[in-house]
T-cell receptor, first 111, second 112 residues
Framework: SQKIEQNSEALNIQEGKTATLTCNYTNYSPAYLQWYRQDPGRGPVFLLLIRENEKEKRKERLKVTFDTTLKQSLFHITASQPADSATYLCALDQRNTPLVFGKGTRLSVIA | DTAVSQTPKYLVTQMGNDKSIKCEQNLGHDTMYWYKQDSKKFLKIMFSYNNKELIINETVPNRFSPKSPDKAHLNLHINSLELGDSAVYFC???????????FGPGTRLTVT
């Protein structure tokens, strides 16, 4: 069966450290993988998109990797800040099919 | 300037009623979506429209009917509301049917 799993429901880290969130999938063949941020009471906000033929993508303090052999994406936030506290969702983008979201990881950055 | 807007933000209603949620996007996007996020925070696609035409209709009861009067609007009408319909409903849009999506603020529907 098809599954998309984000490693933990909640992750607590100290301010200034690097947060690493994991997204694993089985029985999907995504052309793209996307990461979103969702704050309580708000809609998801797009952060980064990485294509199947890209290994890594960066945007400011954010870095995403995509390993189609391992069927895994890692999402890193370097020099984390309390303002980075939110739920982070990964989403698989297969051509001609709906975007499939993981359940998210709730990140808390502690000052 | 709000990119994707939804009304109302909150909707409390009784079982059996009919209600509508409106969505508008001012991004000039071709594709619009409705998602349901349940109490476990799982976000699931319900419908997708491209240039006013339905292109995705996931397994959703036929009590839910989307309507797209034009490319910038996608409304969701729900008949005979049930307790299990309680959730947050998000509208989203994207430039094409693939790629990043822009979400509205959500409508929290509570059916009592």
């Amino acid at each position: 069966s098809q599954k998309i799993e984000q490693n933990s429901e909640a992750l607590n880290i100290q301010e200034g450290k690097t947060a690493t969130l994991t997204c694993n999938y089985t029985n999907y063949s995504p052309a793209y993988l996307q990461w979103y941020r969702q704050d309580p009471g708000r809609g998801p906000v797009f952060l980064l998109l990485i294509r199947e033929n890209e290994k890594e993508k960066r945007k400011e303090r954010l870095k995403v990797t995509f390993d189609t052999t391992l069927k895994q994406s890692l999402f890193h936030i370097t020099a984390s800040q309390p303002a980075d506290s939110a739920t982070y969702l990964c989403a698989l983008d297969q051509r001609n099919t709906p975007l499939v979201f993981g359940k998210g990881t709730r990140l808390s950055v502690i000052a | 300037d709000t990119a994707v807007s939804q009304t109302p933000k909150y909707l409390v209603t009784q079982m059996g009623n009919d209600k509508s949620i409106k969505c508008e996007q001012n991004l000039g996007h071709d594709t619009m979506y409705w998602y349901k996020q349940d109490s476990k925070k799982f976000l699931k696609i319900m419908f997708s429209y491209n240039n006013k035409e339905l292109i995705i209709n996931e397994t959703v009861p036929n009590r839910f009917s989307p309507k797209s009067p034009d490319k910038a609007h996608l409304n969701l009408h729900i008949n005979s509301l049930e307790l299990g319909d309680s959730a947050v409903y998000f509208c989203a849009s994207s430039q094409r049917s693939i790629g990043e999506q822009y979400f509205g603020p959500g409508t929290r529907l509570t059916v009592t």
